[in-house]
T-cell receptor, first 115, second 112 residues
Framework: DQQVKQNSPSLSVQEGRISILNCDYT??????FLWYKKYPAEGPTFLIS?????DKNEDGRFTVFLNKSAKHLSLHIVPSQPGDSAVYFC??????????????FGKGTHLIIQP | SQTIHQWPATLVQPVGSPLSLECTVE??????LYWYRQAAGRGLQLLFY??????ISSEVPQNLSASRPQDRQFILSSKKLLLSDSGFYLC???????????FGSGTRLTVV
């Protein structure tokens, strides 16, 4: 049972435009959501997070939106830059699996920024 | 600051050979440690986690094992590798402060 779903394996966006990456979840007990960015042959790096008590968190070009009623979150990147090309993982914490700290990851979305 | 060291960066091993991947952490004590595998098209799969020395929890049945001989050392092993063990292996630790992990740089394992 996949509790965190990223239904788009890849996304292509033109440089300078907005990139929107989506993530859906099924467990209403998740209390924290995170986005990680991963380049090939490197470990994922933390990008931005949001608590379940908030609906928006912004950090520079990156904004995460949380819609709890729809069990949906999205990552907005604006403007998109070539260096944003990477795989983006959505993760959620809920102490229902995912190890001692309870993080469950989606399968990732490969974002490609086209010049 | 917290740092995770993983080695080797790449590894090519024949089927049936043993495996030992090492992960060490710096800048923290008593971390929760994790082994993940990223296989093609399958995202990040949690393999093992450890909350302390000698304490290992396995998330999925498989051909691999893990050990934590010291507080800051986490080892992933296999006695006989299978082709299906190929993938990108990542070590991670819980980071201090906000929720989330710090990942190592990973090991690309190819079993031939």
């Amino acid at each position: 049972d996949q509790q965190v779903k990223q239904n788009s394996p890849s996304l292509s966006v033109q440089e300078g435009r907005i990139s929107i990456l989506n993530c859906d979840y099924t467990n209403s007990m998740f209390d924290y959501f995170l986005w990680y960015k991963k380049y090939p042959a490197e470990g994922p790096t933390f990008l931005i997070s949001i608590s379940s008590i908030k609906d928006k968190n912004e950090d520079g070009r990156f904004t995460v939106f949380l819609n709890k009623s729809a069990k949906h979150l999205s990552l907005h990147i604006v403007p998109s830059q070539p260096g944003d090309s990477a795989v983006y993982f959505c993760a959620a914490r809920g102490y229902s699996g995912g190890g001692a700290d309870g993080l469950t990851f989606g399968k990732g979305t490969h974002l490609i920024i086209q010049p | 600051s917290q740092t995770i060291h993983q080695w080797p960066a790449t590894l090519v091993q024949p089927v049936g050979s043993p495996l030992s991947l090492e992960c060490t952490v710096e800048g923290t004590s008593n971390p929760n440690l994790y082994w993940y595998r990223q296989a093609a098209g399958r995202g990040l799969q949690l393999l093992f986690y450890s909350v302390g020395i000698g304490q290992i929890s396995s998330e999925v049945p498989q051909n691999l094992s893990a050990s934590r001989p010291q507080d800051r050392q986490f080892i992933l092993s296999s006695k006989k590798l299978l082709l299906s063990d190929s993938g990108f292996y990542l070590c991670a630790q819980t980071r201090a402060g906000p929720v989330g992990y710090t990942f190592g740089s990973g090991t690309r394992l190819t079993v031939v």
